[in-house]
């Protein structure tokens, strides 16, 4: 444990060490070619293309480590791998985290996705959030198991909420309870 921004090195399933840390601004050019990859395999995130390194460098630039954070696994200078998380910004939702990860292919099924995870939830921990809410496609088997591992439960579907390659796909809305523990608001 101990401070939930800092660098630290982990072994992957596979014997191969990355460095998981915040992102800086030094990675531009790096997590843009990594969320990049990613969206051009189509079938794993809303983001097909970020059109360029201006736009890459504002999005990054907009993590504070206080209510936003990205992390990132590290393989030699590269990023191979990226999480966020983005505090709700009104009075009402501000108690809640949304979470997106992307992993480039070559680094998947090893541990690193759940290694990020649960590192994006330590962080939430420590800065107060107590609900964390995440998006995926229903096609996504391999992203709703690590989720569902890690305690997260379906709260809503979108039904033939996205389009991939001429499918309608639904949307499954997933949520994590960090606490404290609360009663219902419900009526
Ligand atoms: C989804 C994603 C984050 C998972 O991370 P990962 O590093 O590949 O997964 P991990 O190796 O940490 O495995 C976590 C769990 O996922 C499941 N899993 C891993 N590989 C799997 C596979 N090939 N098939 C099914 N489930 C699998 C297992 O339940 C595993 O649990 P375990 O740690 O007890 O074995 C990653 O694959 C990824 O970024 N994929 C592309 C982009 C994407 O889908 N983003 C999520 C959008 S909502």
Known sequence: MGDPLRSEEVPLRDGR?????????????????????????EIYIMMEEVPGIEVERAWLSAFDGIRNVLFVGVAGSEVIGAADCHGGTF?????????????????????????????????????GFSKAELAVFATNERAIRLYESLGFTREGIRRRHVRIRGEYVDEILMGLWLGPETTSAAP
Request: no cysteine; proline share 3%; charged share 30%.
């Open 91 to 127: 009075p009402k939702d501000r108690h809640v985290g949304g979470i997106g990860i992307a992993i480039q292919d070559g680094w998947r099924g090893v541990g690193l996705g759940r290694r990020m995870m649960v590192r994006l939830l330590e962080w939430m921990r420590a800065r």
């Open 17 to 41: 060490k990355v460095v998981l840390r915040p992102a800086r601004m030094g990675d531009a050019e790096s997590t843009l070619r990594n969320v990049n990859r990613v969206g051009r395999e």
